[in-house]
């Protein structure tokens, strides 16, 4: 899928990049760190302009931001269930485990250098009702942050997106191995409080 859609951002831009990086942060398998870097590479070359993709790239980050919170500001803890069956049940506990421990630090941290939590802590935000004007001020600049961080590579080194690319996607996959890590054992933690604590109130 990544190729096609590397092959189309001739065709179709700024729109492709933006509906990318929104459906990403609603946590679809959509791979905008990629595109965007890509964008900034055709805007080296002067088929794009690079303000533009700026623009574009956190015009989608604001739309999917605010859709993952106001889904989840609407559809509450049910939301947060469903999201957690399957595979990205660890990464939303890490998710949690960081808001508890940053508050709305948090939110910048998942826009910047723990971006695969991004989509998560959206969520979380929205369903534990994180105040929206707080969490949107500070969403836009680690959006900001992103979208300058990604395009600026790409319009840097044009000329080796495809190696920084590979070097960003392990790097990735080694941030959500570790979330993964860290939320199974937070998980295996508070089961095994749980049981301790039953035992403990049973009658002797």
């Not at 870097?37 to 790239?57: E, P, R, S, Y």
Request: glycine fraction near 14%.
């Amino acid at each position: 899928m990544t190729e096609m859609l590397l092959a189309l951002v001739p065709t179709y831009g700024l729109w492709l990049i933006l509906v990318a990086v929104a459906l990403s942060c609603l946590a679809l398998p959509v791979p905008a760190s990629i595109l965007v870097m890509t964008g900034g590479g055709f805007a080296a070359a002067g088929d794009l302009t690079l303000w533009q993709l700026l623009l574009a790239v956190l015009a989608g980050q604001v739309i999917g931001d605010q859709a993952a919170y106001h889904l989840a500001r609407l559809g509450g803890a049910p939301v947060i269930a469903r999201l957690g069956r399957g595979r990205a049940g660890p990464v939303i506990g890490r998710a949690e485990a960081l808001i508890d421990r940053r508050g709305l630090w948090a939110v910048l941290l998942s826009r910047t250098l723990l971006s695969p939590l991004g989509p998560y802590v959206a969520y979380l935000c929205g369903a534990l009702g994180l105040r929206w004007g707080r969490y949107s001020a500070v969403a836009l600049a680690g959006g900001a942050i992103w979208a300058t961080g990604y395009a600026g590579l790409g319009y840097v080194f044009a000329h080796r997106i495809a190696e920084i690319a590979a070097l960003i996607g392990n790097a990735l996959g080694l941030i959500l191995a570790a979330a993964a890590v860290a939320g199974l054992g937070g998980w295996l933690l508070r089961a095994w409080r749980a049981q301790a604590g039953r035992i403990s109130a049973e009658p002797a």
